[in-house]
């Protein structure tokens, strides 16, 4: 199965919920980073986080960033989602890994820390939004659904997920958002909290060959949807050689000068998909003509 959000609206409108599986897109990030399991559900769960965001982006120039910032061993992450549900991420520290917590699951809690989450988007205008929280639990999906309460009073519910497999390998991943729009009322809160109970595990679910549709059926069942196209969603990085020359150009000139003395040049790393782009002497010279 290819890796697709699913839209719908329920109850008479009042409920807007997005279902996602993203297998393939954190088995590819998995593989790019070369990260150990705990990285790999920590990162898998913010890109997929991500990625169902963007369905509430309005315009294709728009994007989000969320920024987590923990004192846990992985340090920190970062995700990237533009409004089609282009994804891209990395974490700080790929190469840890933690024991299992009591329930035998995966401490992305331990593995995060205490400290906070940022979700800049950046909607066209001259300064990004920037919402701000700390971190109330550190698995991600929780802290996300803290986020739209806090920073945007939105009631909202999160649920992320990514199983991992005996040698490492990503088998599931994926997870559903629902949002109550600003008409909903006590039957329709009801019906958001019943859907959730429904559902013990997303990544058992996706797990079974469940598609994004059938999760949200899971969740609302009673037949009262209006479904919308789904979307794809892919592991999309958008360095170049000319962005990663810009980023030097953009450097001081006393710093692109004691670049330009080294005769070997410089390798330059793209922290999304670890693609290097390599500048000799003489380019780096010729970048400070320019500059």
């Known amino acids: 199965m290819n890796d697709y959000i699913a839209k719908a609206m329920a109850h ?3 409920i807007r919920v997005f279902a996602a599986v993203t297998t393939e897109t954190v088995e590819k990030a998995r593989i790019l980073h070369n990260m150990n399991p705990t990285p790999t559900v920590a990162l898998g769960r913010v890109l997929t986080g991500a990625a169902l965001m963007s369905q509430t982006l309005k315009a ?9 910032k923990g004192d846990g061993p992985i340090g920190g992450i970062v995700a990237v989602t533009d409004y089609q549900a282009g994804v891209r991420g990395y974490v700080h520290n790929p190469n840890f890994d933690v024991p299992l917590n009591d329930k035998g699951k995966f401490d ?3 593995a995060v820390g205490s400290g906070y989450l940022n979700v800049i988007k950046d909607l066209g205008l001259k300064e990004p939004y920037i919402g ?9 999906a929780e802290d996300l659904t803290y986020y739209y309460a806090f920073s945007e009073q939105t009631p909202t519910a999160m649920n992320l997920g990514v199983l991992i497999g005996a040698e490492g390998k990503v088998l599931a991943a994926g997870g559903f958002f629902i949002q109550l729009m600003p008409d909903a009322g006590e039957e329709a809160i009801e019906k958001v909290e019943k859907g959730i109970s429904r559902i013990e595990s997303i990544t058992a679910v996706i ?6 549709e059938n999760i949200i059926r899971l969740l609302f069942p009673d037949g009262d949807l209006e479904v919308f196209d789904p979307v794809p969603v892919s592991y999309k990085c958008y360095c170049s050689r000319e962005r990663m020359q810009r980023n030097l150009m953009a450097l001081g000139r006393k710093d692109l000068e004691e670049i330009a003395g080294d005769e070997t040049g410089a390798e330059l790393v793209c922290h999304f998909c670890n693609k290097k782009y390599r500048f ?3 380019e780096i010279s010729g970048l400070l003509e320019k500059q």
Request: hydrophobic share 25%; glycine share 10%.
């Open 60 to 68: 294709i120039n728009q994007t989000i960033t969320i920024q987590i």
């Open 280 to 282: 000799t002497q003489d």
């Open 108 to 110: 992305i809690k331990t």
């Open 12 to 14: 008479n409108g009042q």
């Open 207 to 212: 797990h079974q060959g469940k598609t994004p």
């Open 132 to 140: 701000s929280v700390d971190l109330v639990s550190g698995e991600i």
